[in-house]
Nanobody, 126 residues
Framework: QVRLFESGGGLVQIGGSLRLSCAAS????????MGWFRQAPGKEREFVAA????????YYTDSVKGRFTISRDNANNMVYLAMNNLKPEDTAVYYC???????????????????WGQGTQVTVSS
């Protein structure tokens, strides 16, 4: 079983930056790809970004393109989400997730991800 643990969330002003980290343990080395999702109060959990372990190919939802960067450290089973120029609408609990195999992981289909972390809160204030 893959275990995921997010960290790095916090309170930041509009235009600020944060870097989220996700530590994977367990059978993570067999994970095909990793994703970041977020959930704001009263809203559905939505896809933010994903990266493939083997070749660093990444995908983003349109609203974060050019501001967020997902990256991975294969040697240490870590995944990161660097977030710049943060906006109030980025406020949410951010979750990392593991996709075990090929499929629609790059489209952010939640059912493609079988392991989830507990989440870390990101709050962007004016």
């Amino acid at each position: 079983q893959v275990r995921l643990f997010e960290s790095g969330g916090g309170l930041v002003q509009i235009g600020g930056s944060l870097r989220l980290s996700c530590a994977a343990s367990g059978r993570a080395f067999r994970s095909f790809a990793m994703g970041w999702f977020r959930q704001a109060p009263g809203k559905e959990r939505e896809f933010v970004a994903a990266v493939r372990w083997d070749d660093d190919v990444s995908y983003y939802t349109d609203s974060v393109k050019g501001r967020f960067t997902i990256s991975r450290d294969n040697a240490n089973n870590m995944v990161y989400l660097a977030m710049n120029n943060l906006k109030p609408e980025d406020t949410a609990v951010y979750y990392c997730a593991s996709a075990p195999s090929r499929g629609l992981w790059y489209k952010g289909v939640r059912q493609e991800y079988d392991s989830w972390g507990q989440g870390t809160q990101v709050t962007v204030s004016s």
